[in-house]
């Protein structure tokens, strides 16, 4: 089991680079689109672009708390969500609302890493799901999850 299941779009990359950038690309993907664009859903069951902004919304309120427990409790576990289950409420948001959520909360966490040592680096945290894993291993699962939601946004604003 990958205790990061989205290390093949990370491909080894620098994961800091990656988080600093993904807002200003979100905002650059869906500057232009129509409201019928972003809600446009590619089949059924599958999410629209502004479902995807929900979510990397939601998603980055559950790594500020993943990232602050790791660090404040010795061997923190997880709290694993079921995403689908949160998506059921996804109608209540728009895309500003969404953009503007992750935005604040992905700056408030690149902040917080700017504070993160080697030593923090290596704190282990335990996903039930996953198993034992490292602070950093968060940090780039939230990064190449930033990079499979992008790929998802460009390939959908591209089919329009």
């Known amino acids: 089991m990958d205790l990061n299941p989205y290390a093949q779009f990370l491909g080894g990359q620098d994961p800091i680079p990656v988080l600093t950038s993904t807002a200003e690309k979100l905002h650059a993907l869906t500057a232009n689109l129509s409201g019928a664009q972003l809600n446009r859903t590619p089949a059924p069951g599958k999410w629209s672009i502004r479902e995807i902004l929900a979510h990397l919304a939601d998603c980055e309120l559950v790594f500020s708390f993943r990232l602050r427990q790791t660090l404040a409790e010795d061997h923190h576990i ?9 998506a059921t409420r996804y109608a209540a948001y728009d895309t500003a609302s969404a953009l503007a959520l992750f935005q604040a909360a992905r ?11 080697e030593s923090d680096r290596r704190q282990p945290i335990t996903h039930p799901e996953r198993g034992t894993m490292t602070f950093w291993t968060i940090v780039e699962t939230m990064a190449g999850h930033d990079i499979n939601h992008l790929q998802q946004i460009e390939r959908l604003a591209a089919s329009e």
Do not use: G
């Open 78 to 86: 997880i709290q694993p969500f079921d995403q689908e289950r949160w």
């Open 107 to 117: 700056n408030w966490n690149l902040r917080f890493l700017t504070s993160v040592t």
